[in-house]
């Protein structure tokens, strides 16, 4: 049984973009995700 419209269970999964290796000094912003952690502000709100 599933709690999501059919449309929605035929989705498929977000595949994230191809990310430059470890040690390379290229932050790629084109697939929307952030390299950087959280704020620490914003881990203290998360936390309460």
């Known amino acids: ?3 999501f419209r059919p449309a ?3 989705m498929a ?3 994230p973009g191809e990310q ?3 040690g390379t000094s290229i ?3 084109n697939t929307n995700e952030n390299p950087y952690p959280p ?3 914003a881990m203290a709100v998360l936390k309460t």
């Open 39 to 41: 704020s620490p502000q």
């Open 20 to 22: 430059p290796k470890p």
């Open 13 to 15: 999964g977000y595949v």
């Open 27 to 29: 932050i790629k912003l």
């Open 1 to 3: 049984m599933s709690y």
């Open 8 to 10: 929605i269970d035929a």
